[in-house]
Every structure is written in structure tokens, then in C-alpha cells.
């Protein structure tokens, strides 16, 4: 019997790929065979990241939401089997609290961000008749107090995913993996900006709004990415899962 999940001679690319769930789902496709290609503002981890992975790894710097950028990213990359959709930002307050600059910004990098990195990768996944995996969120699917923006970026990344597999029902495939809160810089940042007088409060206060009573792991994320990246997921298309420790069954 063949080994199962593997990416062997495959070229993947994550975006934000170098730091929390970016950073393990390079690392678990690099380690399933595959040539991962690490997109990413922060050229530096990039690059260190890179240099540590196998199959010929390498990061390319991009800003997701200049459409120039994206444009001389992807002129450089001349096959694509798999597109991880992971960069995106978070901003807590309900709509009386959020302004407008700060909600077009959640829409630039999480939705148009998506947007224009999908479409260059579209030409080169259906020849490859590859797949894309979005990390939505949990945020996505239910709602979440003092989240107002990032619920309706979230939202958005899931009728993409379900939209994309509408019109490319065979040419590739596209399915969305909704995790609850999960343990990484991102939350690292979102303790320092708005809890830095009560940091270990607020984590017990994360891990226990899952019910499981603890908040995920990137690597967790990552291996559901692998499975869904992989051929064995093959009968997958247009699915949103969440990955939240009960939170969206309790």
C-alpha cells in the first residue's frame, strides 16, 4: 500500500506562510513531499523558514492586497498544484466601535487578498488540476461578540470557497477549513494590543470558549490542510469544516 497524504513532486504555496498556521502548513507539506513556496510580507522569516524545509523551498516577499505585487510574485512561479489561502488579520469591535478605514483594511487583506491571489493562481491550477485550501474561521459560520468586521470577512471567504467550486466544478478543486482560536502570534498580537494588563486571564478565557477546553494548535490546522491538499481527499469540493474544539456544535 502507498503511503497516504503525501505531496510528493507537487508545488505549493502558502500565503502568510511564514509564521502560526502559515509557518506548520509549509512545514507539514514540505515534510509530505511537496515544493512549498512561502508567501510572504515578512521576507526575512521567510526566507529562514524556507531555508529549513526540503524539496527546494523558497519565499517570495508579496504584499497580497497590490495587485502589482501579486502580478511579479506569480511571475516567477511556472506550475502550482496547491493554493493555501492563510494570510489574514483580525480586528475586535462590534460596528459602533469599527471605522471605516479598519473595515475596508479587513476586507483588502482578507477578502481582496484572496481575491487576487486566487485569480493568478486559477490558469496554472487548472492545468495542474490542483487544489485550493482557504483557511476561513469559525467566525465565518456563527457569530462572535465585538467581531463585527472580522465575521463578515470570514463569512466572505466562505462563499468564495462555495462559489469557486460552483463555476470549476472538475478543473480543480477548493474547500475551506474553519478553525476556532488557535494558538499563535496572531493571538500573541490580539493579547498585547487589547489585554497586556490581563494577558493570562484572557488565554484561560481563549482555551475555555472552546469546549474542549483548550484552544487549537497551528499544527492541528495544518494537517487538515495536508488531508484536504492531498489525493485522498478527492471526493471534497466546496466543504467548510470547522476545526474548533466543539465550539460551533456546542
Not at 97 to 108: A, S, W
Not at 110 to 126: D, H, K, R, S
Not at 176 to 196: N, R, W
Amino acid at each position: 500500500m502507498s503511503t497516504p497524504f503525501r505531496l510528493d513532486g507537487r508545488v505549493a504555496l502558502v500565503t502568510g506562510g511564514a509564521s502560526g498556521i502559515g509557518e506548520q502548513t509549509s512545514r507539514v507539506f514540505a515534510e509530505a513531499g511537496a515544493s512549498v513556496i512561502i508567501l510572504d510580507m515578512n521576507k526575512a522569516a521567510g526566507e529562514a523558514l524556507a531555508a529549513q524545509l526540503p524539496n527546494n523551498a523558497r519565499a517570495i516577499q508579496c504584499d497580497i492586497t497590490d495587485a502589482a505585487s501579486v502580478s511579479a510574485a506569480f511571475a516567477t512561479i511556472e506550475k502550482l498544484d496547491v493554493l493555501v489561502n492563510n494570510a489574514g488579520i483580525g480586528l475586535v469591535g462590534n460596528i459602533e466601535e469599527t471605522n471605516l478605514p479598519d473595515f475596508q483594511r479587513l476586507f483588502r487583506v482578507n477578502c481582496e487578498g484572496l481575491f487576487l491571489v486566487t485569480q493568478a493562481a486559477v490558469p496554472l491550477l487548472i492545468q495542474s488540476h490542483g487544489n485550493i485550501v482557504n483557511i476561513g474561521s469559525v467566525a465565518g459560520l456563527i457569530g462572535v461578540k465585538r467581531r463585527f468586521a472580522y465575521c463578515a470577512t470570514k463569512g466572505a471567504v466562505v462563499a468564495m470557497t462555495r462559489q469557486l467550486a460552483v463555476d470549476y466544478p472538475t478543473q480543480f478543486r477548493v474547500n475551506c477549513i474553519a478553525p476556532g482560536t488557535v494558538e499563535t502570534p496572531f493571538v500573541e498580537g490580539y493579547l498585547d494590543k487589547y489585554h497586556s494588563h490581563e494577558k493570562e486571564e484572557m488565554r484561560a478565557t481563549l482555551h475555555a470558549r472552546q469546549p474542549i477546553g483548550r484552544m487549537g494548535r497551528p499544527q492541528e490546522i495544518a494537517y487538515l490542510a495536508l488531508y484536504l491538499a492531498s489525493d485522498e481527499s478527492g471526493f471534497m469540493h466546496g466543504s467548510v469544516i470547522p476545526i474548533d474544539g466543539g465550539w460551533t456544535a456546542a
